[in-house]
């Protein structure tokens, strides 16, 4: 029998993901309820169900530039591996780091994350405060004088909830809530006459979306063979693709090898996302190596999944899914190994590590989403090192800071487009967070008011966290207040307001103490 719930609540956050967890105890924090719902059974969106627990982090990031709730998130983390795993201690003072992984200084296993972010949400789930709801994914909305009264969710059986909410939150890394609530959205590349970006195209091109990705993890076990079956396609992805340990973004191509250094000086393939460095583990019931593969490989460039029918959604991540196997095959028969043989068949797929029967994670790693039509669009000359400029743009309305580099990877229709290019530590302004006629619904996820290729920028672990954290503030402070988020961009008195209260609860607007970078 299909049911049907009804809940209320102040502030309805629609996506599970970073930006989703860290809005959500912004919220419940200043006393508000909360309702969270979230498509899979896991919290966390790219650090746990997307598979990416190899944190995409700017290199201060263990002393500043991020907010003390993000800090909070990564020592708890450590905690759990020094607390319950038989760790060997960190030499010299450094930060626990459990992979090793050289792409971050914190690579963990993403069940960690959950049980983290489960931990961090738990008080308020006990107080009531909060309730989560899994499995269920929006499919409609009721909206009146641009302003959101309901959204209705549904679960594979098609029972549905109703939320009613005096604020709307979007966290999904698709923007789900924007076709639905009639918010106006942009996808894909724009046109260098709208943006004035160097690095735009002539033409608008909306379907020219960053890949997507469905990440794994191996265990490297030294003498056995685990070579699965052949998937579907898997000569026409090797060649088109094409596998290979190989990079090329914007500079010249830069070879791997698996376990020893390539040339010049690239470092292994095998600990660039290493999240299991068994050396740091004392117990000899520990598993051997296990690194997460999220490489340009298993990259899904074909087609994206932005405004397409479930139909034709289902029919693009079984190919991706396929694509992903197939680089696993790749490597297990084919790979070029560093002792001059082919294939690496003791590459144990850990279907564990990911939670799930095929062994890939939970959800597919989403790089780029829709983008509200925003009161204030960042745009790449705002943030990039652009002759002799020192600083990004400052905003004096910054409500959170972030700092990566335009990281694009190939998109559809444009597999030369993969770009890694130097930006200056940057602000997130007001503005960004704000739609220009929906009245109370906010982006908390990827799906602010940047650019195609600032996107590149503003999409990694610790910057989606803090726009989590503003976006769920700011709804708050409007509750608070009895103000609209229009109002508190418009009135200097309401943003300085803002500001302070977003200072107190340990997020930085600026980055004073790097001038230098």
Known sequence: ??????????????????????????????????ILTETTDWLG????SQGVSAFDEHPPIETLGCTERYSELRQRIREVYQEKYNVHPVK??????????WVSHLCFEPKVGVEVLEEMLGPHLKSGKLQIVYRYEPVKARVKNNFVNEVTLQDNKKNSIVIRAKYFLDATDLGDLLPLTKTEYITGAEAKADTGEPHAKEKARPDEVQSFTFCFAVEYCPGEKHTIKKPKN?????????YSLTLDANTEPRHFKMFREGSKGTLPFWTYRRIFDAKLFKSSEQPDDIALINWASNDYRFANLIDKSEQEQKRILREAKNL????????????????????YPEFKLRKDIMGTKDGLSKAPYIRESRRIKALERILEQDITQSGQRKKAKAYKNSVGIGWYQMDLHSCVGNDDVSMFEPTLPFQIPLGALIPVKTKNLLPACKNIGTTHLTNGAYR???IEWAIGEAAGTLATFCLGHETT??????????????????????VPLEWKSLESA
Not at 234 to 242: G, K, L, N, S, V
């Open 324 to 343: 992903s196997l197939g680089f696993l095959y790749w490597l297990q028969t084919e790979c070029p190994r560093d002792d001059g043989g082919v294939g």
């Open 45 to 48: 969106g790219q650090m746990t």
């Open 92 to 101: 010299n003072g450094q930060p626990l780091n459990p992979g090793n992984g």
């Open 1 to 34: 029998m299909v049911k049907k719930t009804i809940y209320k609540c102040d502030i309805a956050i629609i996506g599970g993901s970073m930006g989703g967890v860290a809005a959500a105890l912004a919220a419940l924090e200043r006393g508000y309820n909360v």
């Open 485 to 506: 988020p229009v109002q508190v961009w418009k009135s200097k008195e309401l943003t300085k307001a803002l500001q302070r209260l977003l200072k107190k609860q340990g």
């Open 460 to 462: 990694l672990h610790p």
């Open 234 to 242: 898997y000569e026409h992805f090797r060649d088109t693709q094409p």
